[in-house]
């Protein structure tokens, strides 16, 4: 069960449903939401004489401390209802949003962030804010997209690798798997020979821990051929009308996803459901 959710806010256009998604969940934990707006002060003016600060440069912090105050008055009064709910200004000072946002995160179980996908392209804030999440903080991220509306949780995928990634999300996501009605592991192969062998006992094992804490779970193999894994995963969320995506966040450098593509950067750019990360 989860106990305290952190909710960093961004001020893009998918803060709104990331906090409408973190208010239901912890209202089905019965957990604490922290929602967290964070702001950057303009640096004094370098290389005058005077170090005095001037009038113009107090004026214009004043100015942003007055607009974070009045961002999260907007947000008090439409959670005002939810009880567990806060909301809390934090000014950044030497240190960035996201750098803040990953300090305050050590204490929560889980970050929820509002996402990108179906922009022409990533949010750089929205992207160091999810990079500081998942590494700095070493928290489990769900990204929530900006068109995101509750639904019946009928089904959640997990993308499933053997790797430290994957198991990390999905013992992570034990919390959330545990209200929706079923669970697909999906192991994605690139070739038809890998289709054919026996399924791994790991996979076994893994039905079965989740069906201790009683989630009904089951595992499937999805050829790519030449396809995106990315895409296949996408692909299968839809035919099943999945409301969750788990899967291990950077399998790769993030280097090389930002370069040549990786299923965390297509997932963050193109999925159109939450998707919770762990790394």
């Not at 997209?145 to 690798?161: E, F, L, N, Q, Y």
């Not at 999805?222 to 299968?236: G, N, P």
Request: include cysteine; hydrophobic fraction near 45%.
């Amino acid at each position: 069960m989860l106990k305290d959710i952190l909710v960093p806010l961004s001020d893009s256009s998918a803060d709104d449903a990331a906090i409408r998604f973190a208010v239901e969940i912890g209202r089905s934990q019965d957990a604490r939401v922290r929602i967290i707006e964070t702001f950057d002060l303009p640096p004094p003016a370098i290389g005058t004489a005077d170090p005095t600060p001037r009038a113009s440069f107090l004026a214009a912090q004043d100015a942003c401390r007055r607009e974070a105050s009045e961002r999260a008055s907007r947000i008090r009064a439409r959670i005002a209802e939810h009880p567990g709910v806060s909301v809390e200004v934090h000014e950044a000072g030497i240190e960035s949003p996201a750098e803040l946002a990953a300090r305050l995160a050590f204490s929560a179980d889980l970050a929820i962030v509002g996402g990108w996908s179906g922009f022409a392209k990533a949010d750089p804030a929205g992207v160091a804010l999810f990079n500081a999440l998942l590494f700095d903080a070493g928290r489990p991220v769900v990204v929530v997209p900006p068109h995101w509306r509750a639904s019946d949780h009928s089904c959640a995928i997990v993308g499933w690798k053997d790797t430290p990634n994957a198991c990390r999300a999905l013992h992570s996501a034990i919390p959330l798997l545990q209200q929706v009605k079923t669970v697909l592991l999906v192991e994605i192969c690139s070739h038809s020979d890998e289709m054919e062998g026996a399924a791994g006992t790991v996979t076994a094992s893994l039905i079965e821990h989740l069906r201790s804490w009683g989630i009904a779970a089951s595992a499937t193999r999805l050829l790519a051929r030449h396809r995106r894994s990315s895409e296949v995963l996408l692909d299968h969320a839809r035919a099943t009308k999945a409301t969750l995506i788990v899967v291990g966040g950077y399998g790769h450098s993030r280097l090389r996803e930002r370069t040549i593509g990786g299923m965390t950067m297509e997932l963050l750019q193109g999925a159109t459901i939450p998707v919770l990360y762990a790394h």
